[in-house]
């Protein structure tokens, strides 16, 4: 589960705000139980005072001469205090003798198991791991949609039998099966070094592929990969506001984005919808080269032929494409038609 250091940033924040949190419970909860219980109050101002007393004395060799050398055990002082009890327990019995739970006072934790540090020991406590994921589907830009777009919510019912492709003559049930079957191995055995892992969708409009995108962003993201996605022209929009905001005349300028150089898998859909020129070209380019040589993958999306995608890019671009990708190609009739159709 690779972390920038701004998402690590982001998750510690979290547990700071938690704790913040759970302190304000916890000094509402003393106030409370104070207010019923003022023999609580005195109990714990004593202890406090006690322990005080007991630092300065550590700290004053001359304290303890002054006692002939012999001070009374902590404990036993404090035990004393408490009528004869350890102050905690006295604490608990106060607490039920009044109506309140034994546990009120306690610490107030979210996560007991690493009380809200999001660490056990050296290891990370499974309460990070899922902040990790739920962070990870916040910057995906894809957290609703996901819920509603998955492998288990995709029907096969809107490919029939009886369509065939007119190169390979199989149907378009025939062909949705296997693009489906092919983006789950894809999603499964991503970055475990036995496949490609960049993946080349493509197909008319409407036939299911920004659907199959998502199916693979869940699987990823559930299993604690990080996940971007971006349309083709929100993506190059995006980065040609940040090129120009930093005034950079460079026109092969390294495309300087966190996010999109380090997740662990970069989604863009709709490639060829956006407005082609040569800073698309070239960020495009830049984009296919960091990520190959990161080892970090990508999945594209596109109602592009092969051939489309030679004629509306430069040879380098397509040859890295065709070079790289697994090509997942996709056949059916348009989905939204059937969906108005069927309602």
Known sequence: MGLTSSQYDAVMRVYDKRRISNHHIEEERRRIAYEAIPQLQDLDRAVASSAADR?????????????????????DLLRKMAGGVDPSQKRRQLLKEHGFPEDYLDPVYTCSKCRDTGLIGQKRCSCFER??????????????????????????????????HPRTGKS????????????RQFADG???????????????????????????????????????????????????????????????????????????????DDLGTELVNSFVGSALFQLLNSRISSGLGMVISTNLSI??????????????????????????????????LRH
């Open 131 to 164: 902040e990790v994921i739920s962070l990870f589907y916040t910057q995906s830009n894809l957290a609703k949609v996901l819920e509603e777009e998955n492998f288990s919510t995709f029907d096969m019912s809107f490919y029939p039998e009886d369509l065939k």
């Open 55 to 75: 630092v300065r004395q550590l700290l004053s060799p001359m304290d303890v001469h002054a006692a002939g050398g012999a001070a009374v055990p902590f404990r």
């Open 190 to 268: 991503y970055m475990s070094g036995s496949q490609s892992d960049f993946l080349l969708l493509t197909g008319r409009a409407g036939v299911g592929k920004t659907f199959l995108t998502h199916c693979i962003a869940k699987e990823l993201i559930d299993n604690g990969h990080s996940v971007i996605y971006y349309s083709a022209g929100e993506l190059f929009d995006k980065l040609a506001e940040s090129k120009f905001s930093k005034m950079s005349d460079e026109p092969d300028a390294m495309i300087d984005d966190e996010y999109l150089s380090g997740c662990d898998l970069l989604i863009i």
């Open 172 to 183: 378009s049930r025939e062909i949705m099966e296997a693009a489906a079957a092919a983006c």
């Open 307 to 340: 051939q489309e995608l030679s004629r509306t890019y430069s040879e380098r671009i397509s040859s890295r494409i065709l070079e790289r990708f697994t090509l997942v190609e996709a056949f059916g009739n348009d989905i939204r038609v059937q969906k108005r």
